[in-house]
């Protein structure tokens, strides 16, 4: 059984005081030592007295992470990842922990392995616990499904006073009672494509991703406006896709190697994918950038651990979930719950460094 402050009867057992060993103690109703310890109702000062004496002696600790989802205490943010160990997750939820404490309230964390059926699991457990926020991160295949289903998340939460927020996902429409957090993805690809190309590049590898998810998509939209606007002519055959981990971009650039290098640039999606990528072009004998250039985008390490420092894409990552989380709780003292859509567009900017270079000259290849 557990009690309003979500502790279970067994924990005395194991050496933790319960709100009914308080009470014994302190010779008063467990309803009375919850009313002392939430500090809103009147309570007569003797009886107060007893029930802080017994707190001290007993060492009560309540479980303030159950207290604030029931509505008791600090509210709390809740934040839905595809990964925890990826270092753009990472910075994100530093941003969203760090506005969050400043305001006073608890994070939960939750990931979803980039399963969508267990991230709604997820956001609808979020709405029957109770959490002021729900932000969500990561790229989708935006179909009419999703956005339905999201939709009615959305709004299930609007109705209990909490707010979905989507962070780096496109708006689902008007209407919905969302905000949405997103950075200038298509501008950052077209930026660092556009850098290749002004060093000379005309066959730039477009590589990593699934162009069947949205941030693959958007920075596949980049390039080819980039290459578009320089009068090069865009092939299928210069896409490649590879899983966002070093491992595996590493094996497919391998393949493509082996296939073909009938590129002088690549634009990776990420920096952990062009670590991998790196790693096959020089086992393969390629210099960098002296045979091929090679770009990124994210700006995370391992963009600065890399030899050649890596060119790429800068994300405001730790921005977006500070953002998020300031959005969404300052709506309360605008428009209030049932407001529209929220929406803004953080900047990015690529970073130069060492990993661009003019091609080498035809036939030294």
Not at 103 to 131: F, K, N, T, Y
Not at 199 to 227: E, K
Request: hydrophobic letters at 40%; proline letters at 4%.
């Amino acid at each position: 059984m557990t009690n309003d402050f979500g502790e279970g009867a067994d924990s005395a057992r194991r050496g933790r005081a319960t709100l009914k060993d308080v009470a014994g103690r302190s010779g008063v109703s467990m309803t009375t030592v919850s009313r002392v310890l939430a500090g809103d109702y009147p309570v007569a000062l003797a009886t107060r007295r007893r029930v802080e004496k017994a707190l001290r002696e007993l060492d009560y600790v309540p479980n303030t992470h159950a207290r604030a989802l029931r509505g008791h205490g600090a509210g709390s943010v809740a934040f839905v990842l595809k990964d925890v160990r990826g270092e753009a997750f990472a910075q994100f939820a530093h941003g969203i922990e760090e506005e969050a404490s400043r305001r006073g309230r608890l994070c939960l964390l939750c990931v979803s392995g980039g399963d969508p059926i267990r991230e709604l699991r997820v956001l609808h457990l979020m709405r029957q616990q109770g959490a002021e926020v729900v932000i969500v991160m990561g790229s989708v295949v935006d179909d009419e499904a999703y956005r339905r289903q999201m939709a009615e998340i959305a709004r299930s939460l609007d109705q209990v006073g909490s707010r979905l927020v989507l962070c780096g996902r496109p708006s689902l429409g008007e209407g919905v009672p969302v905000t949405v957090v997103e950075y200038d993805n298509e501008g950052g690809a077209y930026a660092v494509t556009s850098r290749l190309l002004a060093a000379g590049h005309r066959r730039v590898l477009l590589f990593g991703g699934d162009v069947a998810f949205t941030t693959s998509a958007q920075r596949l939209a980049g390039y080819r406006r980039a290459l578009a606007d320089y009068g090069v002519s865009y092939e299928k055959d210069l896409v490649v896709k590879a899983a966002f981990d070093r491992a595996g971009a590493y094996l497919r650039m391998r393949e493509r190697l082996a296939a073909a290098c009938d590129f002088t640039g690549v634009f990776a999606l990420t920096d952990v994918v062009a670590a991998g990528a790196l790693r096959a072009l020089t086992e393969a004998g390629l210099q960098v950038p002296g045979d091929v250039s090679l770009v990124g985008y994210d700006d995370v390490p391992p963009a600065t651990d890399l030899r050649p420092l890596l060119t790429t894409v800068h994300v405001p990552y730790e921005e977006m979930g500070r953002t998020a989380v300031r959005l969404a709780l300052d709506r309360r003292g605008g428009s209030g719950r049932g407001a529209g859509e929220g929406h803004v567009l953080l900047g990015t900017h690529v970073v130069v460094r060492d990993s661009v270079a003019p091609p080498p000259p035809a036939g030294t290849g």
